[in-house]
């Protein structure tokens, strides 16, 4: 009855109360409800020795919360460095995302995550097989290493294999896997660093699914491209 904000993904949910702790609920087998055991749970259970929390956001199987400090903690499987805390084993457990402060926004989706930061710049950790890391590789990371020649960003958001960002002109910029056009360029060519997403100027927010992104457009309304049908079951 005191959540304030909720994250939901694959196959759980977690919520932000109001003294900033977390609960959650759902599927558990790599330890993504953070509560010490890989044990589904049909109610909410709270994450353990987590306070001081002002943001969530899950993946597949991890979850990652915004802390009141501007740090980010994590929790869920690692195979892929999804907890960026510089080990692939999974955590049951809050653990620190390394190195990783000024924090003021983190998103994640499937199995990788980003944090935008004070400065405007974005880092990212996590699987990077068609180059959603941004950072000019398609080599996995298991600590956030930062996206090439980014700067002026305001927003991110990420999909299953690409990440977008919210520009402060306006502009959008995207990478990663371009197989269905989730990069937004009309190319369908993958690319490990940002490509500017044509004829959008004006974009106050963004948001990402599997496979699709939309941009509110002050000028254009709701702009969308990538995925025009039905993935895994779920409306994107």
């Known amino acids: 009855s005191t959540a304030s904000k909720i994250a939901s993904s694959n196959a759980h949910t977690c919520a932000l109360l109001a003294d900033t702790s977390v609960e959650c609920w759902g599927e558990n087998g790599y330890g993504q409800l953070g509560d010490g055991t890989t044990s589904a749970a049909l109610s909410p259970v709270a994450v353990s020795g987590l306070t001081g929390v002002t943001a969530l956001t899950a993946g597949v199987y991890q979850t990652c919360a915004l802390m009141n400090d501007s740090t980010v903690k ?45 400065d405007s710049t974005l880092k990212c950790w996590g699987q990077n097989s068609y180059g959603e890391l941004g950072d000019g590789t398609m080599t996995s990371s298991n600590v956030p290493v930062a996206v090439a020649g980014l700067s002026g960003v305001t927003a991110a958001a990420v999909g299953e294999y690409h990440t977008c960002a919210l520009m402060n002109d306006g502009t959008v910029k995207c990478w990663g896997d371009n197989s269905i056009g989730q990069l937004g360029d009309d190319t369908g060519i993958a690319s490990m660093t940002p490509v500017t997403v044509p004829g959008l100027s004006d974009a106050t927010a963004i948001y990402s699914g599997a496979k699709r992104v939309c941009a509110l457009s002050q000028s254009q309304g709701l702009v969308c491209w990538g995925a025009d049908l039905y993935y895994y079951g779920n409306m994107l």
């Open 74 to 118: 994590c929790w869920g499987q690692n195979s892929s460095g999804e907890l960026g805390d510089g080990t692939y084993t999974d955590s049951y457990v809050p653990v620190s995302v390394s190195g990783l402060t000024g924090v003021t926004s983190v998103v994640s989706n499937y199995m990788h995550s980003c944090a935008v930061l004070s």
